[in-house]
């Protein structure tokens, strides 16, 4: 890959990363709170979330989102919610059928 465009991959994580640090110190309580993301389906901390249109995603979808945009490999937040799909299906089977295996972390 490109050394500009690993740069700019960077840039990215690190943005992404702290709008979770901001998040957490000006809410503490958002490292604790957790909503079902739009996208990936996982229960995951509001800190470092953000909504997208009808969305509200995750701090690594937020990433993902963030990179595809830079990349230019979507144009709106419908195509990688579109893409998760498959993923979400699967979060939401193994909660169902596996839910000891959730429980091991
Ligand atoms: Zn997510």
């Excluded at 969305?55 to 945009?69: H, K, P, S, Y």
């Excluded at 490999?73 to 998760?84: A, F, R, T, V």
């Excluded at 799909?85 to 000891?100: A, G």
């Amino acid at each position: 890959m490109e050394e500009k465009l690993l740069k700019k991959i960077e840039t990215i994580k690190q943005s992404v990363e702290q709008m979770k640090i901001d998040d957490i110190q000006e809410n503490p309580e958002s490292a604790f709170e957790q909503f079902q993301c739009d996208c990936c389906g996982d229960t995951k901390a509001f800190a470092g979330s953000i909504i997208y249109k009808d969305f509200r995603l995750c701090n690594d979808c937020v990433l993902l989102a963030e990179t595809g945009f830079a990349l230019g490999k979507m144009n709106e937040i419908e195509d990688l919610i579109e893409k998760m799909e498959d993923k979400r299906f699967e979060v939401v089977y193994k909660s169902i059928f596996e839910p000891d295996k959730n429980n091991l972390n």
